[in-house]
């Protein structure tokens, strides 16, 4: 993953869901319940393709390793506004801090979760990913998801622009 995604942020509930062929499947899914509010993250596992998709949280630069957070957007987690019941407790989030904010919002120095990249399971022709985020401070260009490819580059990313927008972008490779 590339240094932008050290924001100040929670995130909740992380599905990552790819098509290949006519069907779409659950890929990953990360409730974030793996520990309790105030530790520190280590192992998050995911809820399908578990281990080979669990994330391992690790920092960038002189940032702080991500923790758990009890602020959540709620205690049932949706699909969508009028859609199925994906998680009913949803009881912690991730919280990653930006060491360099508020003096440098171009500061990368902050959390991260990894997962290591797996062929046959990340290289799908369309994605579909949801998250749930909220974000404390501002960090110019601060990446919630993506895919790096071989040369450090991101295949695909959704970030936020340095005004707070959601944004996309993808390279095929």
């Known amino acids: 993953m590339?240094?932008?995604?050290?924001?100040?942020?929670?995130?909740?509930?992380?599905?990552?869901?790819?098509?290949?062929?006519?069907?779409a499947d659950t890929v990953a899914f990360w409730?974030?319940?793996?520990?309790?509010?105030?530790?520190?993250?280590?192992?998050?596992?995911?809820?399908?393709?578990?281990?080979?998709?669990?994330?391992?949280a690790t920092r960038y630069g002189s940032g702080a390793i991500p923790t758990?957070?009890?602020?959540?957007?709620?205690?049932?987690?949706?699909?969508g506004i009028a859609g199925h019941l994906a998680r009913s407790t949803n009881s912690a989030s991730l919280r990653f801090i930006n060491s360099g904010v508020p003096t440098?919002?171009?500061?990368?120095d902050g959390g991260s979760a990894y997962v290591a990249d797996n062929e046959r399971l990340l290289r799908a022709s369309n994605i579909t990913v949801e998250a749930f985020i909220k974000v404390d401070r501002?960090?110019?260009?601060?990446?919630?998801?993506g895919k790096v490819r071989g040369?450090?580059?991101?295949?695909?990313?959704?970030?936020?622009?340095?005004?707070g927008t959601l944004v996309q972008d993808s390279v095929l490779k």
């Open 2 to 23: 590339s240094a932008r995604q050290h924001s100040v942020c929670v995130l909740t509930v992380l599905a990552f869901l790819c098509s290949s062929g006519h069907a």
């Open 31 to 56: 409730t974030f319940d793996d520990g309790s509010p105030t530790n520190m993250a280590s192992t998050l596992v995911s809820e399908t393709n578990t281990p080979t998709l669990n994330a391992t």
């Open 68 to 79: 758990f957070s009890a602020d959540r957007p709620g205690v049932r987690v949706y699909g």
């Open 104 to 108: 440098s919002s171009n500061s990368y």
């Open 138 to 145: 501002h960090v110019n260009w601060p990446l919630v998801i």
């Open 151 to 163: 040369d450090n580059g991101a295949s695909w990313n959704l970030s936020l622009n340095n005004a």
